[in-house]
């Protein structure tokens, strides 16, 4: 390593801390976006505390001493450089505090608006999961699922990946009912989103399972939208896959599911349409595309809608 990457412990205890989380790191054969990862955070944040350019949270170094298995050495050492932190700063260096520390997150696509999201939550997390960090995480799920649109599957399933992680670590904590569910539906969307990024990535085992996760957590959330997009994915596997009444089958049963006014009764009405044009059924399908687009002039205009809203903008043949 270049010398001028190379900190000096004896500048400053938080200099030390850094220099020992760097050695250890290295020893792990990890990059700062590994254990970023495996720490729930963002790697940029490790890197910073490596140089001494944060004042580091307890738990980050919490994280950090059990991933690189140091046996409290990174904690003890934290408790006397956190002191030196609460009288003067290093020299050079600026405490973030809580508002701007980059906590848990990635720089996956949106990165800088889901690491605000997540740090939102990690500072509520302290305490109780309150009605900020909440939308906080909601706005990054909304980002994410946003994103599938225009971002390859292998390119977002990590940060999905880590968002349900971090939305889990939430569940653990002291909630209240109202909260708890929220965090459910979050975690039941991510599921869906996920599902259906390991589907065209070709991974049949792995969407099938998240599918089914998604289902268990809309059954506790309660959440009836939620339960039929779990429907609409194995509508839309189906279609894939050739098999056009079962996709018609399981269309129509999501639609009895999905409440009215709800991006997925329109996502389902176009599965519906798909399946009756390739049963040969030209008069059934434009009936389900009108129906479909009549529910989309309906929806909301700030939330996001499945893929085949682009057919109904793009004015698809057979909508009256």
């Not at 938080?14 to 720490?39: P, V």
């Not at 999905?160 to 939430?170: A, E, K, M, P, T």
């Not at 409440?259 to 997925?264: I, L, Y």
């Amino acid at each position: 390593m270049p010398q001028a990457q190379t900190l000096d412990p004896a500048a400053s205890l938080s200099a030390c801390l850094g220099a020992l989380l760097r050695r250890l790191r290295t020893a792990h054969g990890l990059t700062q976006s590994d254990l970023g990862r495996l720490a729930g955070y963002d790697g940029s944040y490790v890197g910073a505390v490596e140089r001494a350019a944060v004042r580091p949270s307890h738990e980050l170094v919490e994280r950090c001493d059990h991933a690189l298995q140091a046996g409290g050495a990174l904690l003890s050492l934290w408790r006397l450089a956190d002191g030196e932190w609460s009288t003067t700063p290093p020299a050079g260096r600026a405490d973030p505090g809580p508002e701007t520390a980059h906590g848990p997150g990635g720089s996956e696509p949106g990165g800088d608006a889901v690491v605000e999201a997540m740090e939102l939550a990690r500072r509520a997390e302290m305490s109780e999961v309150g009605a900020d960090a909440l939308a906080g995480v909601e706005r990054a799920v909304d980002r994410l699922r946003e994103a599938a649109a225009a971002t390859p599957p292998e390119a977002l399933v990590p940060a999905v990946v880590d968002q349900r992680r971090y939305v889990g670590r939430l569940l653990e904590g002291r909630l209240t009912p109202a909260h708890r569910r929220r965090l459910l539906v979050a975690a039941g969307w991510l599921s869906v989103l996920l599902a259906q990024l390991h589907f065209d990535a070709g991974d049949r085992e792995a969407a099938e399972a998240n599918r089914d996760t998604a289902l268990r957590l809309a059954r506790q959330a309660g959440h009836t939208e939620l339960t039929a997009w779990t429907v609409q994915a194995l509508a839309s596997w189906a279609l894939a896959d050739g098999r056009f009444r079962d996709a018609l089958d399981l269309a129509r049963a999501g639609q009895d599911l999905a409440p009215p006014a709800t991006a997925a009764a329109v996502q389902l009405a176009l599965d519906e349409a798909q399946a009756w044009a390739a049963l040969g059924d030209r008069a059934q399908a434009a009936a389900a595309r009108h129906h479909a687009a009549l529910t989309h002039a309906m929806l909301p205009g700030d939330r996001p809608g499945p893929a085949g809203l682009a057919v109904l903008e793009a004015g698809a043949p057979g909508i009256a």
